[in-house]
């Protein structure tokens, strides 16, 4: 149970971000910044950290200021994703 515990998708930012990602085709990154109530600076840090793990892919549009970057979660964030709220489910008794 605490063993199928993701700790790359534990940290509660991380966590609502992949929550956000599971449940939409593709998300930007303003999107999350604003509902995540994040700064930029830790917004990219925690999609790098994702990212780096493969459970995020980014697609970046343009270049400059007028550039945008949108996330997708892949299938091994998916897995995962799932894979940890089942442990959680388990661990707090709902499963």
């Known amino acids: 149970m605490i063993d199928d515990l993701d700790p790359v998708i534990h940290v509660p930012?991380?966590?609502?971000?992949?929550?956000?990602?599971?449940?939409?085709?593709?998300?930007?990154f303003r999107f999350l910044k604003d509902h995540l109530r994040l700064?930029?600076?830790d917004l990219s840090k925690q999609m790098s950290t994702l990212e780096s793990a493969g459970y995020v892919s980014a697609a970046k549009d343009g270049h400059g200021r007028g550039s945008s970057t949108t996330y997708r979660i892949t299938k091994a964030g998916q897995h995962a994703y799932e894979r940890h709220c089942a442990a959680l489910r388990a661990l707090i008794g709902g499963s």
């Open 13 to 28: 930012k991380r966590l609502a971000a992949m929550a956000v990602l599971a449940n939409a085709p593709s998300v930007s």
């Open 39 to 41: 700064t930029e600076s």
